[in-house]
């Protein structure tokens, strides 16, 4: 029987209030790029019900374990990672998403298991061999991993979402009796930016850089995103400048982010920013600098004067929306 | 005696546009300005601001790398550190065989904290500290924007995908620093002098008496990446709506 899976997956699944993140579709498509494997996710939730339903309804998932624990409450690597070290053996593969939730958690795991970790999985060559961007995505590693058991995280900007099931699939309840730490306690969480489009996830981004020179000037911005139905990004020069949150910065060290259209309003494109918007499908550059190095990378390029730019076109993409009764 | 234990590597400084070598075995470093990584300094600077408060009692900067590191731990000491040790390798490690090695400095130096950078900006893997943390069986605070110690506790705020994220960590514990942890201080001229007196302590594996893991990732080979091709300039915002609708993105 050729379909005799070769590989088994457990892709740990990344979830918030209830919610199961995209990153882990994500990490499913990665999964199944890996030739005749099974494929489980992993919830582990004080309340894995919602979460575990909606894992299931990924396609080409075979199982949905869960670990439902009170101290599994909030995302504590030194606490889930003992969880998942105990469900490893089952498995060839560990995955998780490459979001600061399996950046933390993930490594962990590895350490626990003996093993080095493959970091931000681009593209699958094989079970055992992949790409990877190093040097702020200025090179590409072909990596191969030799060890008992691959660990790795999924750049998720470099993969679609898994499509929905016809079917869900089977949810099982793992009971594990592993001594937690109580070393690391949560204290609290401050989202600062809930009212726009999820910046990881979005289809449309517009993103300012220290050319817009203070907070009160990214309200043009603002305005722009919300006739695009756009998320807001920003570049490291203006959350250092304070003008927006630190949650918002998209770059090497802040968020990898894959769009199909990406705006970026006087930003001149420091390497470390090019490295987080690569993947976006269009890249469009308002500069009033021409040889500043975003215009490099960018598809639809203008030079000019942002403040005035981008009031016109913000009317224009309004006036369009209105006239052609579509959806922006 | 209350000690941190900073790690600094030396890597390809961050202004630097890295060239793939045309066999594919890396990138070019021959030549090329070197400096400390730049969230090792981060980390360095939190650990001498909490000595400046007076919370610790000695920092120890800690390499593993080649002979040339040296440069960056005598960089670490002019800006504060009161001594540094290389563990001298070859061949540059992978993180679980670096976790290993920090492992043994940290049993040999109990330090009350360990602060490393979230990542290398170099291979960019993000593992040594969460790596440590696990060997040692103590907390890890990943990617801290604030840390703040009490007594037996650090309380730090982490920068994760969603906002901000305070955890509390009973120490000692493993700290990485995200950018925005602090801004490092310049090293001035009569500190660069003064760390030339200050102990730096080259050992090697051998010595440290380090068993490391076999090897569990290997580079099969390094590539530029791929390029986008060269795009269209527009004169105005009319025109750049037209292009956008050629797309077919709006």
Redesign the interface.
């Given at each position: 029987m050729s379909a005799m899976p070769v590989s088994a997956i457990l892709i740990i699944a990344e979830h918030a209030q209830g919610r199961l993140n995209a990153s882990t579709a994500k990490c499913v498509r990665c999964a199944q790029a890996i030739e005749r494997a099974a494929i489980d996710i992993a919830v582990l939730a004080a309340d894995v019900g919602a979460i575990a339903a909606q894992a299931a309804q990924l396609e080409g998932i075979r199982r949905v374990v869960t670990i439902e624990r009170p101290e599994n409450a909030e995302a504590l690597a030194a606490v889930l990672a003992p969880q998942i070290v105990a469900l490893a053996p089952q498995y060839t593969h560990v995955l998780g998403p490459s979001t600061t939730f399996g950046k933390d958690l993930m490594p962990r795991v590895a350490a626990l298991l003996g093993v080095s970790q493959i970091s931000d999985i681009m593209a699958v060559e094989s079970e055992r061999r992949f790409r990877r961007p190093i040097y702020a995505n200025n090179a590409v590693a072909t990596v191969e991993a030799s060890g008992h058991i691959v660990v790795a995280t999924v750049r998720t900007a470099s993969f679609q979402p898994a499509a929905a099931a016809a079917k869900a699939a089977p949810i099982e309840p793992a009971t594990l009796s592993v001594a937690l730490p109580a070393h690391t306690r949560f204290v609290s969480r401050s989202q600062v930016s809930v009212d726009r489009p999820d910046l990881q996830t979005a289809a449309r981004v517009v993103s300012g850089g220290r050319a817009l020179a203070s907070a009160e000037n990214f309200q043009i911005l603002y305005h722009l995103a919300d006739a695009l139905g756009a998320a807001v990004g920003a570049s490291r020069a203006a959350v250092d400048a304070g003008y927006v949150p630190n949650d918002l910065q998209v770059g090497q060290t802040g968020k990898i982010i894959a769009p199909e259209l990406y705006i970026a309003l006087g930003i001149s494109g420091a390497i470390q920013h090019l490295t987080g918007i690569k993947d976006a499908r269009t890249i469009v550059a308002i500069n009033k600098d021409g040889e500043a190095p975003i215009f490099e990378v960018a598809d639809i390029g203008l030079v000019g004067d942002l403040f005035q730019i981008v009031p016109e076109l913000e009317a224009l993409i309004r006036a369009r929306t209105k006239g052609s009764g579509a959806k922006a | 005696m209350n000690r941190i234990l900073v790690g600094i590597k030396r890597v390809?400084d961050?202004s630097v546009?890295?060239r793939?070598k045309p066999d594919g075995s890396g990138?070019v470093t021959d030549g090329v300005k070197m400096s400390i990584n730049p969230?090792d300094e981060i980390a360095l600077e939190e650990a001498l601001r909490i000595k400046e408060r007076g919370l610790a009692d000695e920092i120890i900067a800690v390499s593993i790398g080649p002979a040339e590191a040296q440069q960056q731990l005598r960089t670490a000491l002019a800006m504060g550190a009161d001594r540094a040790v290389l563990v001298q390798v070859g061949e540059p490690l992978?993180?679980?065989?670096l976790?290993h090695v920090l492992l043994e400095l940290v049993q040999q130096h109990q330090p009350q904290l360990v602060i490393l950078g979230?990542?290398a900006?170099?291979?960019?893997?993000?593992?040594?500290?969460?790596?440590?943390?696990?060997?040692w069986?103590?907390?890890?605070?990943?990617?801290a924007?604030k840390l703040e110690l009490d007594g037996a506790h650090a309380?730090v705020t982490?920068?994760?995908?969603?906002?901000?994220?305070?955890?509390?960590?009973?120490l000692p514990?493993v700290v990485t620093t995200?950018?925005?942890l602090n801004e490092p201080r310049y090293v001035k001229l009569p500190d660069i002098m003064k760390a030339k007196r200050k102990p730096l302590d080259v050992t090697t594996l051998a010595a440290l008496g380090v068993t490391l893991?076999?090897?569990?990732?290997?580079?099969?080979?390094?590539?530029?990446?791929p390029v986008?091709?060269r795009?269209?300039?527009?004169?105005?915002?009319?025109?750049?709506?037209t292009?956008?609708e050629q797309?077919g993105?709006?």
């Open positions: - | 390809v961050f546009r890295v793939v990138v969230f992978e993180p679980l065989a976790a979230k990542q900006i170099d291979d960019d893997n993000g593992q040594t500290g969460q790596m440590l943390a696990a060997l069986d103590r907390p890890q605070a990943t990617f924007s309380r982490r920068e994760v995908d969603a906002g901000l994220e305070t955890v509390e960590v009973d514990a995200d950018l925005r893991p076999a090897a569990s990732t290997c580079t099969l080979k390094v590539e530029p990446p986008r091709a795009g269209v300039r527009v004169a105005s915002a009319a025109e750049l709506l292009a956008l797309r993105v709006l």
